[in-house]
């Protein structure tokens, strides 16, 4: 039987959470042998490194190096590297997860090497095109030739742009796969004694969308609003870009005067999941984010003025806000004082993002497009 090779190209944060657990099944099947590919978008230990070692996960074969830099520079410099290793290594497929740079880097390069991809997270729209994850997972999705999608919805997003049928494979969300997988592992970190955090008394934000924290008005407005959300302990693990931008813009003093908010540096997968099922709310930009808070039931305010999970605010789970201080505020208090209810509301809740066997499906379709290739390969 022939072996099957695969290569996963990965190098943001996001894209080793989604793609984990597929990690695992490919790594004890037999048929099958995966290499990955880090691009090195990510290389700070706590954007990367750290999830790799909770996770289990095997190192890279090899790491492009690419670091930091305008979109067109990183995407580029990721695609002539990349080219040279898979022009050598010739898979037979190339996988690719989520929406960064790195996804669209990857997709391209192994298209234009007539070499199939496969886009794990598929379909998913925000429709808002002025956001670098909007290009980059339109464009993958037209140039992929399995295309995975978690919920229902993004299946008919991809319809809707005319990309066949036979392409897309409906699988859940592999994000989804990961939470049910380690949610044993998360509920026994000590991240609520380190912090000194009673469960359900405080609340966890996080932000690093370009559109709020490189624009100094949209992060002052979100900063007023936390400074001004007193009544509940803030825990803030800042991403480095965030970082960086509060220095520059001189609100990193007024946010570490303030007791009730915390600011402290990212937090690997374990860790992040005990927070945002203790936390009364989340607050963030982030698309896993969203989806994370709808499966542990705590209700979330997003900082954007769209999302690409409808799913999660037509359940009433999720609220947009946008950078408006005042809805915001009003927003987090509604949530704070009808908590129980919404809590109760939020069990009840079906989830549209499959049941937690995306990447066996995953697979499962990757297996059954490459043996009808061979089969057909003269
Ligand atoms: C990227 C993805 C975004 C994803 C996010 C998760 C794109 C266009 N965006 O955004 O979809 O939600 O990852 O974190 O691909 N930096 C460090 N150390 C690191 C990585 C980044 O200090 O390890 C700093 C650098 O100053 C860099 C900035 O963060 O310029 C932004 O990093 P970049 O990878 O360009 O975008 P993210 O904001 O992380």
Known sequence: ?????????????????????????????????????????????????IFFQELCLPDPMANLNVGSGTHAWQTAKIMTRLEKILQKQKPDLVVVPGDTNSTIAGALTAAKLHIPVAHIEAGARSYDMRMPEEINRRLTDHCSTLLFTPTENCTKNLLKEGIAKEKIHQTGDTMYDLLIQQLPKAEKTQILEKLGLKPKTYALLTTHRPENVDNPKNLKNIIKAIIKLNKLTIVFPAHPRTQKQLRKFRLLKAIQKQNHIKIIKPLGYHETIKLIKNATLVITDSGGMQKEAFWLKTPCITLRENTEWPETVEAEANYLVGTCEQKFIKKAYEILENGKEIAKKLEKTPNPFGNGDASKKVLEAIKFFLNRSYQKAP
């Open 1 to 49: 039987m022939r072996t099957m090779n695969i290569t996963l190209i990965l190098g943001a944060r996001p894209q080793i959470v989604k793609s984990a657990p597929l990690i695992h099944l490919a790594s004890q099947d037999y048929q099958m042998s995966l290499s990955i590919i880090h691009t090195g978008q990510h290389y700070d230990f706590e954007m990367t490194k």
